[in-house]
């Protein structure tokens, strides 16, 4: 046989053991589920499953269940997901999460954000997903002035004259221009001339 052949031959052969692998591509369960570990690949949280379920949600039932409340992998979507099974937050927060989650959080607690896939276990934030709650909240996570305002909001003076007001001036908080923001904090104009 001539090289050439030989060469042709092998690629043949190596298509044939290939393809039925890989079957259909990336709508196939394989590529998104390893039978032998039982696990999803390790960049599965939180982008690869993102990316995966956008595409192929229909892949997902087969071990999910047809409602994505489990099923045979007894990990349900809604495990995770607080609005429906494809919506992280409540889907009443639309494009409003910034003054929304407020009152989630006094409602329900610190707990269902506290996810390892979230904001982190301790709210420290998860890279490529939830940020930090003191990423905007300058009194810890669910305090967003320093706690000591909470008796004497006048504090704030002192708390500007230190940092200047860059650090009020924040487009979910007092606004770029500290305009104010609609659900959010007032224009410091509400009370000064400045
Ligand atoms: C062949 C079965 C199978 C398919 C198909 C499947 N999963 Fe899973 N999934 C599992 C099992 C079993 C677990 C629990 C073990 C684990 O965490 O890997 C799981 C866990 C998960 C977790 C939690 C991972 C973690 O580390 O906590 C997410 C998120 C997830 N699946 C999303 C999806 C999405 C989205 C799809 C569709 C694109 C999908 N799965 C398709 C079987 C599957
Ligand atoms: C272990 C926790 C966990 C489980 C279980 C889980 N998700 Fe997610 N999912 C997340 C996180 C965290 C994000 C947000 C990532 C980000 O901020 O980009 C997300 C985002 C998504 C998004 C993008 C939409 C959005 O609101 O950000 C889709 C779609 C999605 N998940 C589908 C699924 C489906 C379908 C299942 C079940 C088969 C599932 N997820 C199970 C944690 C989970
Ligand atoms: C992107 C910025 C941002 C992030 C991140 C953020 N918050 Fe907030 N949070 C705000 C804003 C703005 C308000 C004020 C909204 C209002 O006036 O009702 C607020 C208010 C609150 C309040 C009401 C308490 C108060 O001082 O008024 C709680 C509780 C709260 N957030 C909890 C959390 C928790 C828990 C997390 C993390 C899981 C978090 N927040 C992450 C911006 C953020
Ligand atoms: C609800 C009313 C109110 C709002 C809104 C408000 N302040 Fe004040 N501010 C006060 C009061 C009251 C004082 C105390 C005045 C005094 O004791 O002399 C004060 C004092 C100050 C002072 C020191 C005195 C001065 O006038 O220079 C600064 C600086 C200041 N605020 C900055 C801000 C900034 C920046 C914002 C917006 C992010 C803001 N304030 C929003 C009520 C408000």
Redesign the pocket.
């Known amino acids: 046989m001539s090289s050439l052949r030989k060469t042709i031959l092998t690629v043949v052969l190596l298509a044939l053991a290939v393809l039925p692998l890989a079957g259909c591509g990336d709508t196939n369960s394989q590529s998104t589920f390893d039978a032998n570990s039982g696990a999803h690949p390790a960049d599965w949280l939180p982008l690869g499953h993102t990316v995966a379920a956008e595409d192929h949600l229909e892949t997902c039932t087969e071990c999910h269940g047809g409602d994505l409340a489990g099923g045979i992998s007894k990990v349900p979507c809604a495990q995770c997901h607080l609005g429906n099974n494809e919506a992280v937050h409540p889907l009443q927060w639309g494009s409003y999460a ?2 929304l ?3 989630y ?2 409602l329900n607690g ?1 707990a269902s ?2 996810e390892a896939a ?2 982190g276990t301790a ?1 420290e934030g998860v890279p490529g997903s ?4 003191t ?3 300058l ?1 810890g ?5 320093p706690q000591l305002w909470d008796t004497n909001i006048t504090l704030h003076m002192g708390y500007v004259a230190q940092n200047g007001t860059a650090a009020c001036q ?1 487009a ?2 007092h606004g770029a221009a500290l305009q104010g ?1 609609f ?3 007032p224009s410091c104009n509400a009370c000064h001339q400045f």
């Open positions: 910034y003054a989650h407020a009152n959080v006094k610190t954000c506290a979230c904001h709210l939830g940020p930090s709650c990423a905007c909240h009194g996570p669910t305090s967003k002035h924040n979910l908080c923001v659900l959010s904090g």
